[in-house]
């Protein structure tokens, strides 16, 4: 049994919220979670001031029915099956869209990874060096292959680096959390801001709100 690989063009679909004006202050690149579609994670960012921030989230292409069930549509950014190619699959899709949406130099560039989304945005910024104002990690691992060296083009005094997580996340055991801010200090010594809210692993709406300002 052999296994081969070909290479072939796709096309997916990604979703904004507002409009990019002369208006506009903050513009978001928002990684889904796992079992996310792209339009039901931007809908959460519906919240914050409509004239001042400008939603992208990339939408992960292989899709699947939830819960055994064939009525609902999440989908999934990797898996440990052939890692490195769907990594590489990835990582075409988010400079796609970068470089589709022309992002202006003088607004504030926030990119956010929530759950599974951690993992691609924070693999993004590191293989590519993007610069943005802040690179908001939100419960969610942090790949093991990064290293310090990975982050030594930012500028903290024009960066901010926020780990956030929820007290009752039911998925971060202490042993796990230990392991994660081990993580983030390895990689950020003590250049970032840890913020832990009352919640579980979901996104909160209060401190999405506070982290627009």
């Known amino acids: 049994m052999n296994e081969k690989e070909i290479t072939y063009q796709i096309t997916n679909t990604y979703t904004t919220v507002n409009k990019l004006t002369a208006k506009t202050k903050n513009v978001w690149l928002v990684c889904h979670g796992i079992g996310f579609l792209s339009r039901y994670f931007a809908a959460y960012f519906e919240i914050l001031n409509p004239d001042e921030n400008y ?118 055991t202490e042993k796990r959390m230990q392991l994660e801010l081990e993580k983030m200090k390895s990689l950020f010594g003590n250049k970032y801001t840890l913020k832990i809210f009352e919640g579980t692993h979901k996104m909160n709406m209060k401190i999405l709100s ?4």
């Open 55 to 172: 939603i992208i989230a990339p939408q992960a292409s292989s899709k699947y029915y939830l819960n055994g069930e064939y009525k609902h549509v999440g989908a999934s950014w990797l898996t440990k099956e052939n890692t490195e190619k769907e990594i590489a699959n990835v990582m075409a899709n988010l400079n796609a869209i970068y470089e589709a949406e022309h992002i202006p130099k003088h607004v504030n560039f926030y990119i956010l990874g929530f759950s599974q989304g951690v993992s691609v945005a924070m693999r993004w910024v590191a293989r590519y060096k993007i610069p943005c104002t802040k690179l908001i990690i939100y419960a969610g691992s942090i790949p093991t292959e990064l290293k310090k060296e990975d982050f030594d083009f930012i500028n903290y005094d024009t960066t901010k680096v926020m780990n956030v997580v929820g007290d009752k996340d039911e998925y971060l």
């Open 210 to 213: 506070e982290l627009a300002d």
